[in-house]
């Protein structure tokens, strides 16, 4: 009598190699971490875990909650925000070297407006939020209206935006207005627990743009218009509507952080923000996995490598280390992200082709 497949399945079992048995820990195990380096943000998540570990071994002052709210709230929350906005337009293909001079000209023009012209504070607020929008309006015009490049246009901005901000304060720190901080401190303090408003922002605003980035149709046309633009026009999507709205974005992204700045740290300051602040959010944007030259990006990325930064420079202030080595670890960053973010384009357009 001839035994069946199913017979010779049970006496001889599964063949050596074969599928895991379901449960195994192991297989779970090996399929988890496999999603994760799949994951665009997994090397810089790595990053930040191991920089956080190291400099807690550091220094026993480097978890404690002062410097935490501080590393978080006074250091990590400006460049997460920033960076949110610089991601929207990187990957649209444009940057904005102006948004630092939003963050310093916006709590400057609601000291005038609450001060000098007796404005009630929210109005004063509002109109500061407001000027981020209308600086993104124009470069948004000048770019693509006129058909300026984006840093040319942005860099005439924020220059512009620089030198009214010395002009009006005659390049003078001033005082917080005293009937904004009762209103203020929700935007960020270093009193109680308002300290940590300003990192609660920043969460915020980056749950809210990764849903918008990869769960909505603007989204995909942000990407689609930073990938291939002509395609882009060709199917119908509004590229001007696009790139207008990530430059608003950004502007407002720095009216949002100038206001946290002088609110933080009780003082409204014409040395705060400007091209660091700029600077400092790109590069979040790139070491967290966004491509400057276009087509991808990814906020989540962003608020990771804007970690980062904060832990190194935070980091070497917690344990005595000189800061002047920072910039060399920065721009190392840079040239790697840049470096795998070329790679991983051509791989792309290899397997396309």
Not at 3 to 17: D, I, K
Not at 128 to 146: A, E, Q, Y
Not at 307 to 319: N, P, R, S
Request: charged content about 10%.
């Amino acid at each position: 009598m001839s035994e069946t497949a199913e017979q010779r399945a049970n006496v001889v079992g599964p063949p050596p190699g074969g599928p895991a048995k379901r449960g195994d820990p192991l297989a779970v195990l090996r399929k988890t971490g496999g999603l994760f380096i799949r994951q665009r943000e997994a090397t810089i998540f790595v990053v930040a875990v191991l920089l956080l570990v190291y400099f807690s071994t550091k220094s026993s002052a480097f978890y404690g909650q002062s410097n935490v709210s501080n590393l978080l709230s006074g250091i990590a929350a400006p460049f997460i925000i920033i960076a949110i906005g610089e991601v929207l337009l990187l990957i649209c293909g444009e940057i904005d070297l102006s948004v630092g001079f939003v963050v310093v000209f916006a709590p400057f023009l609601m000291h005038y407006l609450i001060d000098f012209y007796g404005v009630p504070v929210i109005p004063a607020i509002l109109i500061s939020l407001l000027l981020g929008l209308v600086v993104g309006w124009v470069n948004g015009f000048l770019t693509v209206t006129l058909g300026l490049p984006s840093f040319i246009t942005t860099l005439g901005t924020g220059f512009i935006l620089l030198g009214l901000t010395l002009t009006t304060s005659n390049a003078e720190p001033v005082n917080v207005p005293a009937a904004a901080q009762s209103i203020g401190k929700f935007f960020g303090s270093q009193n109680g627990g308002y300290a940590w408003s300003a990192i609660i922002w920043a969460v915020i605003l980056v749950a809210i743009f990764h849903v918008v980035l990869t769960r909505t149709r603007w989204g995909l046309h942000t990407v689609a218009v930073g990938g291939n633009l002509l395609g882009a026009r060709e199917s119908g999507i509004s590229v001007a509507r696009i790139k207008y709205g990530s430059f608003m974005i950004c502007g407002l992204m720095g009216a949002i952080v100038g206001l946290q700045t002088a609110f933080y740290d009780n003082t409204i300051d014409p040395s705060a923000g400007g091209y660091p602040a700029m600077f400092y959010g790109v590069t979040a944007a790139v070491i967290g996995g966004t491509a400057m030259l276009g087509g991808s990006g990814t906020i989540i990325g962003a608020f990771l490598g804007a970690i980062v930064l904060a832990t190194l420079q935070d980091g070497f202030l917690i344990t005595g280390v000189s800061a002047n080595p920072l910039d060399i670890y920065i721009g190392g960053a840079i040239l790697i992200a840049m470096i795998a973010n070329v790679q991983l384009a051509r791989r792309q357009a290899a397997g396309r082709g």
